[in-house]
């Protein structure tokens, strides 16, 4: 688990938490974040050599040699899915729909969109919020029985629970995080967290 602190994620991360933040400056927050987490969590891209001809002769220059494919948990993964495109704009975008059962607060799968080659790629899997870890899980599960080896999952906010279920049923996934509360409440949400990201994102509360 990597987690990026950087001064500008932290100062933004007051902002994102912030209850009276209204829908467009949280959105434009969580694109924000997602760049600057983004750019740490793409690191190890390999590249490979490429000769380009510049105004005043041939450059040996690197490019990705890695296709990728960014994979948000509908719904409010959505809201880092332009984040990403900003940093890797040729990436391919599939999408997996989870909500969290009321009563029980497991995972229920009801979309899963993929690209046909996506065992090809790298996929960078993104939600704002890792709170019981259950639809990541789940996410990353339908993921592999596609064929994917190359997981990384990307997130804003996670709690340590969220964190420790996650790597301990996929300790072959880099997870990438911005802050780490410690606890969650009956309803399991992270506190003292940042609310429903959904909801915030999209002004549906």
Not at 26 to 36: A, D, Q, W
């Amino acid at each position: 688990m990597t987690l990026v602190d950087h001064p500008l994620v932290q100062y933004k991360m007051s902002r994102l938490r912030d209850k009276d933040t209204e829908m467009k400056e949280f959105r434009e927050l969580i694109e924000e974040l997602t760049v600057l987490i983004g750019y740490e969590a793409t690191r190890d891209l390999p590249l490979m050599e490429k000769f380009v001809e510049t105004p005043i002769a041939v450059a040996r220059t690197m490019v990705l040699a890695d296709k990728v494919c960014i994979v948000p948990i509908l719904r409010a993964g959505l809201g880092m899915v332009d984040g990403f495109l900003r940093l890797l704009p040729v990436a391919k975008v599939g999408h997996i729909g989870m909500y969290r059962d009321p009563v029980t607060h497991e995972p229920v799968s009801y979309y899963c969109k993929l690209p046909v080659d996506v065992m090809e790629h790298k996929v960078m899997v993104v939600d704002p919020m890792l709170a019981t870890g259950g639809s990541a899980v789940a996410a990353i599960d339908e993921i592999k029985d596609r064929g994917c080896k190359d997981i990384t999952f990307v997130c804003i906010l996670g709690s340590r629970e969220g964190i420790r279920t996650l790597s301990k049923r996929h300790p072959d996934v880099k997870i990438f995080v911005a802050c780490i509360d410690d606890t969650l409440n009956d309803q399991k949400y992270i506190v003292p967290g940042l609310g429903d990201a959904g909801d915030r994102l999209f002004g549906t509360k």
